[in-house]
């Protein structure tokens, strides 16, 4: 019993860190309909830069996570602002060609500078081991990644809903055209978004290198969640994913404790089938246009 | 003459062989007698060039974009590996016809899955087949030998008559002769009128079908077709190499694949083989630069190509051969730009 729910603590925890690395994607690819599968990228990029401030630099780790997402959110906005703007009307298959150019691009050039092993971040001691409460292990690290995430989650949301960035947001997206009519100046909504994303997508790969790994192929090896993430969960609100992330961390722990010899094969089957059955997404209506 | 009859006459026109093609294909045979210690390099490339090929019959002629074109080259190549292993069809053409046709079933119970949904679903849907497959294949390492892939592979001679050697030569002239084959069919097809009604359909799906034709019929058929087509290249992979491993599954073989359609240029067919010459050289110069990084360089290609745009880079690359050929022939230039690519 007390097992089950220590996965399933660790299953909200990795879900819930898919939810701040995935999210950006869904705003990018699920609000502007760019399939980004270089989002990885960022989130690596800041984990690294997280990865030097904290071994090399010896900043304390919790100064390292802002600098990671605004690091993350820098690289954005000079990529949004030279490359991607240019791709957003383009089609499908050239926005693939890029992001996955700028995969490789990424991959390769992190190899070269900090090298191909797996990259750990000093934690502080107040972080490391777990405690129980009512017979249940709970680790320390993740539950500070279920409240740093849990408050994200919640002001995201309070974003989207009560502000006028919000609003306008949820304009542009709906029609860039009549946004723009009213006076919203939707590139530098859309920029923005991108950047806060990616900043969000570098704060997750600081928090993910104890549970993810961190390495030259981190891009790569995750792509694949983001993407279920983002076209699982849908797009009509900010729910959809985080509810499709809960599912995929608690059944991705859960698969990988009682089947482990299926290995990823229930994730991608029921990827596969979630996608046939409703191509919009379990909880979204206009996820794909 | 009616408009059905002027159709029919464009279509024969334009179906025609020219010299140009002819001249491609005398190049391609002159390649094995000019370069006589560089067959394993120059079997890459026919390999390489057949799966770029199955990937335009879906890409360039029915617009279906794929990101997990690799799970029908893996599935040959350990269907080839397979077979030859434990030695249930030991000779190589039917053998590879045999892992064409596994491949080819699994794309037609696959294209149910693919012709549903619009462009991001799809490109889920395959990329998630190939890692499903990827991940089968680890799973049951008894079979497929895990990450340590299939060892031991001994090929018999090609219809008894011509045994692999160890430069590589047979191999050559073997994968050549396959190439030359299923191109001589792609080509049939996509000048059939069953081809040009693909083309209708990546033009406006919605149009071809309100003109009659059966959109979701016609697809499931080209991507049948097309995944026995990479299902051989797989094939041919491992009866050339003799080694078949995980990594046949990989999504960077699906990537670098979209790379290599994409410098070729899409839906005329040469567009794979092209683009699998200038790739392997590109790949070749990289790895001599910076060996390890070469993926880097790729990656780069890939952004250029796509910031550039693709038809500019064709019409540049187009220009000087066109102004040789006006110059010497006097007439329209045979190589002219692919037709899905023309402003």
Redesign the interface.
């Known amino acids: 019993m007390t097992s089950i729910l220590t996965n399933l603590f660790d299953g909200v925890a990795y879900g819930m860190l898919l939810f701040v690395l995935a999210c950006g994607l869904a705003v990018t690819?699920g609000l502007m309909n760019f399939?980004n599968l270089a989002h990885g990228a960022f989130a690596m990029a800041g984990g690294y830069v997280c990865a030097v401030l904290v071994n090399q630099a010896g900043w304390p780790f919790f100064a390292g996570l802002p600098l990671a997402f605004i690091a993350s959110a820098l690289i954005g906005v000079v990529l949004e602002r030279l490359?991607y703007r240019?791709?957003y009307a383009?089609s499908?298959?050239?926005q693939?060609?890029?992001s996955?150019?700028?995969?490789?691009?990424?991959?390769?050039?992190v190899?070269?500078i900090m090298g191909s092993s797996r990259v750990f971040i000093k934690l502080p001691a107040a972080l490391e081991g777990q405690f129980d409460l009512f017979g249940v292990g709970i680790g320390r690290y993740r539950l500070m990644i279920i409240v740093i995430c849990g408050l994200l989650t919640a002001g995201l949301q309070l974003v989207l809903a009560k502000t006028r960035f919000g609003s306008r947001l949820r304009a542009a997206v709906d029609d860039p055209r009549a946004a723009s009519g009213l006076g919203i100046n939707v590139p530098q909504v859309f920029a923005f978004t991108f950047a806060f994303g990616c900043g969000l997508a570098g704060l997750g790969g600081a928090l993910s290198a104890e549970i993810l790994g961190l390495d030259p192929y981190f891009p790569?090896k995750f792509?694949?969640y983001f993407?279920?993430v983002v076209?699982v969960g849908g797009s009509s609100s900010i729910t959809g994913p985080f509810l499709a992330s809960l599912l995929l961390g608690i059944g991705d722990v859960a698969g990988k404790y009682y089947v482990p010899?299926?290995?990823?094969?229930v994730i991608?089957?029921l990827?596969?089938v979630i996608?046939?059955w409703r191509?919009n997404g379990l909880f979204g209506r206009t996820?794909?246009? | 003459m009616t408009a059905q009859a002027d159709v029919g006459y464009h279509a024969i026109q334009h179906g025609r062989w020219h010299r140009g093609e002819i001249a491609f294909w005398i190049v391609a045979l002159a390649c094995a007698f000019v370069f006589p210690s560089r067959y394993l390099i120059m079997t890459d490339i026919v390999r390489l060039a057949l799966f770029a090929l199955s990937l335009d019959l879906i890409l360039g002629y029915a617009g279906i974009v794929s990101l997990g074109h690799a799970a029908f080259f893996g599935v040959g190549a350990y269907g080839a590996g397979l077979l030859a292993l434990h030695g249930i069809i030991a000779e190589p053409v039917l053998a590879l016809v045999a892992a064409g046709l596994v491949a080819m079933a699994l794309g037609f119970l696959t294209s149910f899955l693919v012709i549903r949904g619009v462009d991001l679903t799809r490109l889920m849907v395959t990329l998630g087949i190939a890692l499903l497959l990827e991940a089968l294949a680890e799973r049951f390492s008894s079979i497929t030998g895990g990450t340590d892939g299939l060892q031991g592979i001994e090929m018999q001679p090609i219809l008894g008559l011509f045994a692999f050697d160890m430069f590589g030569r047979t191999g050559f002239f073997y994968a050549l002769a396959v190439l030359f084959l299923l191109f001589l069919l792609a080509r049939r097809i996509v000048h059939s009128p069953f081809g040009l009604s693909l083309r209708a359909i990546r033009n406006n799906p919605l149009r071809a079908a309100a003109i009659g034709i059966p959109v979701n019929r016609r697809l499931i058929a080209v991507y049948t077709l097309a995944a026995f087509y990479a299902g051989i290249a797989g094939a041919l992979f491992t009866q050339t190499t003799a080694i078949a491993s995980l990594d046949v599954f990989s999504f960077e073989r699906s990537a670098d694949l979209m790379l290599v359609l994409v410098i070729g240029g899409t839906g005329y067919l040469y567009g794979g083989l092209i683009g699998a010459v200038v790739f392997r050289m590109l790949q070749e110069m990289f790895s001599t630069i910076t060996p390890q990084y070469w993926q880097f360089w790729i990656g780069l290609v890939l952004v250029v190509i796509v910031l550039v745009g693709r038809q500019r880079l064709h019409r540049v690359a187009l220009w000087l051969p066109n102004l040789v050929i006006t110059q010497l022939a006097g007439r329209k230039a045979a190589v002219v730009l692919p037709e899905s690519e023309a402003p």
Not at chain 1, 101 to 109: D, E, Y
Not at chain 1, 261 to 265: A, L, V, Y
Request: glycine fraction near 4%.
């Open positions: 690819l399939v490359l240019h791709l383009r499908h298959l050239d693939v060609l890029f996955v150019g700028l995969v490789f691009m990424s991959v390769a050039a190899d070269y790569l792509m694949i993407l279920i076209t010899k299926m290995g990823p094969f991608y089957a990827m596969i996608l046939i191509p996820a794909a246009r």
